[in-house]
């Protein structure tokens, strides 16, 4: 060795055999040659050569001398840098350069060589390769370990790799290039900042989007040097997150980029750092959280990502963002959502709740986001969600901002459609989302028009695709209308009923533009746009796009004509999509591609557009019900029973005969009806009739074939079959056959002479038919009929109980259970009403003594005769019968006028009666007449009343039915600004002098300045007055005062000359006006007309006569409390009934009701209260009667009280008379007049008892007490404790009553929306106890509604509670079932219609 270091010390430089000396005076090309030998030399060695080692010494460090190192040619530079790898690589370990700046001056030199890599073309990459591949081998690097410049060096080596590197390098490049650089971080001491960040900047989106291979190879670094490099990197996140010092690197602006792609290489990289995220989501910089925020949502959301599982407590405290003061930072979360839920389904348990609270969010975008993200992994794959999830979804259908509820009923349509029509993932999923279609139907009870012509768009598109083949498109339907709820078949038949209509309004106007002009063409034209208009998005804006289209039509003619055929009756489907598209076309131009009046057009047409039904259509969905009929459909494989499909099916039929009846007009369709006719099944054979009758006008000349069959068929089913076949069959012969009055005689002649009341059950269906005879033809059979009603119908059927009645305590029972003689009884009363409503004039007095026959009845409760025999529902199905026969004849107007306020009075209180069906199905039958305007204004005030009713639904409901009609007639008045002098009988203000007569005759008024009875008054005038006051339209309140002041200064017209009536009507006046007073701050105004008050009802005010008194006991000061009143919130279904007990409510109803299903019938139910009666303790039925045991005596409580009875408090009498049915004015019979004489000493019986008590009871109930008997042997039940409130009733039909509820001159709407639904849907609803059927009679409802009341002895002896106590219980249970109440309930119970009907009538007690 120290011969060698002689030799080098000598400076003579050895080269190899053949290679002459390298110097600066050599070309350059045999530098080259000479090097290459050089280099082959070098190559050739290996480190055991000792003695070449020693040899070539010298020619290694001339090699390293400046003139090679910065030596001008690449070539010889290339050479120079192969020989010195080489040299590294013998010499190892110890290099023969053994100075510091000259091993950084030789390092730097091959760093520089090494850009050579980047043209892999090039003639020299191969050494370029070899030179990387033999310093990546030796770890020539290493040695710069222990140099002071080394960071330096290696920052070059570095920096030129990560330059250099590109995609025309294969995979060994790539390699030698980790090899090398791997080295040096995993064999260094440290790893400087500077060095890191040459490193880490390959991995900032920029640069990576620039360099995908330098990102490669930092990736590639990184995971192969992890563990030593992550110290490193944790004290860069600690530098920059915790401590803030962004100087120490120019990174630090993209820490968070940096963080997520440290992690998505390697998640130990940042094992330290994660932890420092949880702090900075804490952060009070909002920018920050949100870049952390972001960050996360990447990390948490990708793919393969365990960092959920791995680091809860990052985990929790992101979730915790979900709630962020920062509206960027919770949409950020929101929209992670659905990468999360689609990435990592098993997170979805800990995102719903966070999810639910942010669909409630007050930003419109986030909740709009939340169903973005929702629906976004639903689509996916709808495992992926669970059920809270999809239902927060539904939820936002309702929400405020029409953006959120768009995007939530398209998203459920589009899960719908794929998972449902489509069952992409199976039945089970389609099970699992089959609430969407009806839901998505609901909302077309929405007032917004926007919402209803997306339903129509999304009905059209997702639930039956208009696009599909004629026969596909049937069955889809077909299934879809078999498998609908109750409320969502009114909603799509309602649908289809608008369509109709706005298809009628635009061929209206198309046939007004083809008159001449003139000035009522002007006003025709403008008025019918109006119309359209009103059916279209944003009327404002849309007006003039609609005047603008009437404009076109005139001028031009191909449009016209297009649209005509499009309207046209007889229009097919590809018709009409021929004519949509030509419309638009013409319309369209293409040099304004954003047209807000073709969008106006396209909206137009889309409403209009027969897209579903035609002709063809008619006739596959005739062949797919009778393909279920044979029993060959693919009903079960869909879900839905044979049966209930063909009935669904002929329903479907019978809805489409309303909107399109030509579509009918097929041998094929007509037949297949007749075959349904022939069926067993009673509910086909009707629907089948219903068909003919609204599509048989032209089957008498077009199917000659088809009537020679079907006429004897009518005739045979209006004679021998069940009633309300009976009923159409007639319907159909007046439809379709010209020669009708020929065919009627063949039907009425027999049946009028059969008539025989021995057999009762074959008495139904002649009445039935010979009813409809004399509303349809009561000319041609005048003589007879007056004949009939007057001897047989009241005679011989009404005046007679031949059967009695089941001895039972219960008010109501099944259809099925009423006896045949009293479903003939009232068949014989609706006979009595149709003829009149046939005659239409009351020239006979005919009129007059049918009205006194049914007061009759109303004033004996149902028993005309008196002599007990009937049972007691049956007396509550002959209430029903006669309250809702006054209300049809009220709604002419010839009867109208001879109904006395009497009469009125005594028939609005049916609304009051004690069984629950019956004020049911007359509250319904009332708001029917009244949503058509036909029944009088007065009759609105009826619903007053039931403000005491005990069942919330029922109350809830009529303030619905007063809502609905308010705003019916507002709009109407606005619409026709020709009718103001009509106004008295269409304004709504003007219900208010009704509603205050009413309740000055109402008999639980008794004592005029009795508190609780004022406060009774007071809540009755609120009923109504809130929804008029909602809105101060022109002025209104000072309207309603002004009115009020005008009563005052008159006298009641029905008892003038009574102080006692007048002095209620003035306290009456002063509650209604202390009402006005407290809830309005424009009362005072000056009122915008003079108020006409009805002449019937109160006196010309006199003008010498001020009447300035306040007649209101001081005390009622404190119950009118100031405050605005609630708007009221009109809901689209509002003629549809809302359920019994323990069905949905409406959000309406929730604040107002309480379902006794969760505040009764459960004993550990939060709502119940200690003193109230457990469900169990009572073995009593919802309507039978539970009498009171007193002490004192046995008498029973019930009576009617005479004149002078009723004025006895006069005398001071401190207890308050029961209050019961007013003596109707006139009654039809000796019998009725005998009852009152009977009954008089009773009633004076009563007031002696109650004299003796000396005790008033603290509230005046309503209603009447139960009939018991006199018997003083007869055993009362045991007195109960507390208060007992309506029990829901019996999901029943009343087949009976549902007749008069489908009169014959309805349109599909009325039609199809009768009281109760069909049987096939009906669904029990959720929540609702399983014994709901047993409940229903409990509980009867005396004294107009309200539970019986003992008398005080009786209430003291059994420890009733005091009255404030009572209403603590029942304050507190409407705020514990208001919570209770799901947002679900609310939604849906919009649409909730009832099965069974009640009616709570005040009584005279006996």
């Known amino acids: 060795m120290a011969h060698s270091k002689n030799r080098a010390t000598d400076g003579k430089i050895t080269y190899p055999p053949g290679v002459k000396e390298i110097s600066d005076k050599i070309s350059k090309e045999e530098m080259v040659r000479r090097l290459k030998m050089v280099v082959k030399t070098f190559m050739d060695m290996d480190q055991d050569s000792e003695e070449e080692k020693e040899l070539y010494l010298n020619l290694a460090l001339h090699l390293a001398s400046d003139f090679f190192l910065k030596h001008p040619d690449k070539d010889v530079r ?45 003639a020299q990459f191969n050494r370029y390769f070899y030179l990387l591949e033999n310093i990546a081998w030796v770890k020539s690097y290493n040695i710069c370990f222990e140099l002071e410049d080394s960071n330096e060096i290696f920052t070059q080596l570095y920096r030129t790799l990560f330059q250099v590197i590109n995609n025309g390098h294969n995979q060994k490049v790539h390699m030698h290039m980790v ?61 920059v997150l915790m401590l803030g010092k962004t100087s120490v690197s120019d990174l630090s602006e993209h820490v968070f980029d940096l963080i997520l792609e440290l992690y998505n290489i390697d998640s130990h990289l940042l094992l330290s750092v994660l932890p420092q995220l949880e702090f900075k989501l804490k952060s009070n910089d909002n920018d920050e959280r949100l870049q952390v925020v972001k960050l996360l949502a990447k990390m948490f959301g990708a793919k393969d990502s365990e960092l959920a599982s791995q680091n809860k407590p990052l985990w929790q405290c992101y979730l915790g963002r979900f709630n962020d003061i920062h509206v960027p930072v919770r949409l950020e979360c929101v929209k992670f959502a659905s990468h999360c839920l689609m990435n990592h389904p098993d997170l979805a348990k800990d995102l719903t709740e966070y999810l639910k609270v942010r669909s409630h969010d007050p930003e419109e975008a986030i909740r709009h986001d939340v169903i973005v993200s929702i629906v976004t992994a639903s689509k996916k794959d709808l495992s992926l969600v669970n059920d809270h999830l999809l239902n927060f979804v539904r939820e936002r259908t309702l929400d405020k901002r029409w953006r959120v509820r768009k995007e939530a009923m398209m998203g459920l349509a589009q899960i719908y459609k794929k998972y449902a029509l489509q069952a992409e993932a199976g039945k089970e999923a389609a099970k699992q989302i089959s609430w969407i279609k009806d839901k998505l139907l609901h ?26 083949e004629t026969t596909e498109r049937m069955k889809c339907l077909y299934y879809l209308y078999a498998t609908l709820d109750g409320n969502a078949v009114k909603a799509l038949n309602e649908m289809w009923k608008c369509q109709n209509m706005l298809r009628h309004h635009v061929k209206d106007l198309l046939d007004l533009i083809k008159q001449p002009k003139s000035d009522s063409y002007s006003k025709a034209v403008f008025s019918k746009v109006m119309v359209i208009t009103r059916n279209l998005p944003d009327p404002g804006k849309t007006q003039d796009f609609v005047k603008k289209l009437a404009q076109v039509l005139e001028e031009d003619e191909k449009i016209r004509k297009q649209l005509e055929t499009l309207v046209s009756p007889s229009c097919s489907c590809k018709q009409a999509e021929v004519c949509v598209k030509e419309i638009t076309k013409k319309l369209g131009s293409p040099k304004q591609p954003s047209n807000p009046f073709l969008e106006m057009v396209k909206f137009l047409l889309e409403r209009i557009a027969p897209v579903h039904i035609d002709t063809e259509s008619i006739s596959a969905l005739i062949i797919q019900v009778n393909k279920s009929i044979e029993g060959t459909a693919d009903d079960e494989d869909e879900g839905v029973p044979t049966e209930q499909a063909i009935r669904a099916g002929l329903e479907l039929l019978k809805v489409l005969s309303f909107t399109h009846p030509v579509s009918f007009h097929s041998a094929e369709t007509f037949e297949s009806l007749l075959g349904c006719l022939k069926m067993d099944d009673e509910k086909v054979a009707e629907a089948a009739l219903q068909i003919f009758k609204n599509t048989g006008s032209k089957l008498e000349e077009s199917f000659p074939h088809i009537k020679s069959v079907l006429l004897p068929v009518l005739q045979h089913k209006a004679k021998k079959g069940p009633p309300r076949q009976a009923k159409y069959a007639i319907h159909c012969i007046h439809a379709m056959f010209s020669n009708r009055d020929t065919h009627f005689a063949q039907i009425f002649e027999p049946l009028h002479k059969s008539l025989d009341t021995d057999n009762m059950e074959q008495l139904i269906t002649p009445l039935t038919t010979l009813g409809h005879l004399a509303m349809l033809a009561p000319e041609q059979f005048a003589a007879p009929l007056k004949s009939l009603v007057a001897n047989f119908i009241v005679k011989d059927l009404l005046m007679n109980d031949r059967i009695p009645g089941k001895k039972t305590t219960k008010l109501w029972v099944p259809d099925d259970e009423v006896s045949p003689e009293t479903l003939a009884k009232i068949q014989g009363l609706k006979l009595m009403v149709r003829w009149l409503l046939g005659v239409k004039n009351n020239q006979s007095k005919s009129g007059n003594s049918t009205l006194r026959m049914l007061t009759a009845i109303l004033s004996s409760d149902g028993d005309l005769t008196e002599q007990g025999k009937m049972g007691k529902p049956d007396m509550s199905r002959l209430r029903l019968a006669a309250g809702c026969s006054i209300l049809r004849l009220a709604q002419e107007p010839c009867y109208h006028e001879i109904i006395t306020l009497e009469q009125y009075q005594l028939c609005a209180l049916v609304i009051n009666d004690e069984c629950y069906q019956v004020r049911q199905a007359f509250a319904q039958k009332l708001h029917k007449g009244l949503c058509r305007l036909r029944l009088p204004l007065e009759y609105l005030a009826v619903f007053t009343l039931c403000a005491k009713d005990p069942v919330k639904e029922r109350r809830a409901h009529a303030r619905q039915c007063l809502v609905k009609n308010i705003n019916l007639r507002r709009e109407y008045l606005k619409q026709h600004a020709a009718v103001s002098e009509k106004l008295i009988s269409l304004l709504p203000e003007y219900v208010v002098p009704y509603a205050i007569h009413l309740l000055v005759h109402d008999p639980d008024y008794v004592k005029v300045q009795d508190i609780e009875q004022l406060k009774d008054i007071k809540e009755a005038l609120w009923f109504v007055l809130e929804i008029l006051m909602a809105k101060n339209e022109n002025n209104s309140h000072a309207f309603i005062r002004k009115m009020v002041e005008n009563i005052k200064q008159t006298k009641d017209g029905q008892c003038p000359d009574d102080p006692k009536i007048n002095e209620k009507l003035y306290t009456v006046c002063d509650v209604a006006m202390n009402i006005v007073i407290s809830k309005s701050t424009t009362y005072s105004l000056e009122s915008p007309k003079d108020p006409v008050l009805p002449a019937r009802y109160f006196t010309q005010p006199d003008k010498n006569f001020s009447n300035t008194k306040n007649y209101l006991p001081p005390e009622m000061k404190s119950f009118f409390t100031p405050g605005k009143p609630k708007a009221a919130n009109v809901l689209g279904a509002v003629n549809k009934p809302l ?46 009667d539970i009498s009171m045991k007193s002490p004192e005596t046995e008498k029973p409580t019930r009576g009617r009280k005479r004149g002078a009875a009723a004025n006895q408090d006069d005398k001071g009498q401190e207890s308050k008379p029961k209050r019961g049915r007013k003596k109707a004015a006139n009654t039809s019979t000796d019998d009725a007049e005998d009852q009152w004489g009977e009954d008089s000493s009773i009633a004076e019986a009563t007031m002696e008892t109650e004299d003796e008590q000396n005790s008033p009871p603290k509230r005046g109930r309503r209603g009447r007490p139960p009939k018991s008997a006199a018997s003083k042997d007869e055993t009362p039940s045991k007195g109960r404790r507390g208060r007992r409130k309506a029990a829901p009733p019996a999901e029943e039909e009343n087949e009976e009553e549902q007749e008069e509820e489908e009169e014959e001159e309805d349109d599909a709407g009325s039609e199809n929306m009768e009281v109760k639904p069909k049987g096939r849907r009906g669904r029990k609803a959720r929540g609702e106890p399983d014994a709901a059927s047993d409940s229903v009679e409990s509980t009867p409802q005396k004294r107009r509604g309200r539970p019986p009341r003992a008398q005080t002895g009786a209430r003291k002896a059994s420890g009733g509670r005091s009255k404030a106590a009572a209403n603590q219980e029942e304050e507190s249970e409407e705020e514990m079932d208001t919570a209770q109440q799901s947002e679900e309930e609310e939604e849906e119970s919009i649409d909730s219609s009832p099965k069974v009907r009640r009616k709570v009538g005040r009584r005279d007690r006996r």
């Open 179 to 239: 090899d090398l650089m791997s080295s040096i971080v995993c064999e260094g001491d440290s790893v400087s900042q500077e060095l890191l960040d040459t490193v880490l900047v390959n991995l900032v989106p920029a640069h990576k989007n620039l360099n995908k291979q330098a990102y490669d190879l930092a990736k590639a670094l990184l995971k192969r040097t992890a563990q030593a490099i992550e110290p490193y990197i944790t004290n860069f996140f600690n530098q």
């Open 443 to 468: 909302i077309y009870y929405q007032n917004s028009i926007d919402d209803r012509l997306l339903v129509e768009r999304i009905f059209a598109q997702y639930l039956v695709p208009h696009n599909l």
């Open 1139 to 1184: 359920s019994a007990t323990g069905k949905l409510q409406t959000k309406l109803s929730r604040m107002e009701t309480i379902s006794n299903a969760s505040s009764n019938s459960n004993p550990s139910s939060p709502g119940r209260s200690k003193g109230r009666l457990d469900s169990a303790d009572v073995d009593h039925s919802e309507n039978e």
């Open 78 to 122: 290339l050479l120079v840098a192969c020989c010195l790898a080489d040299i590294f690589r013998i010499y190892a370990p110890e290099a023969p350069y053994t100075s510091p700046d000259k091993l950084k001056d030789i390092f730097m030199f091959i760093t520089r060589q090494l850009k050579g890599l980047e043209d892999t073309k090039s």
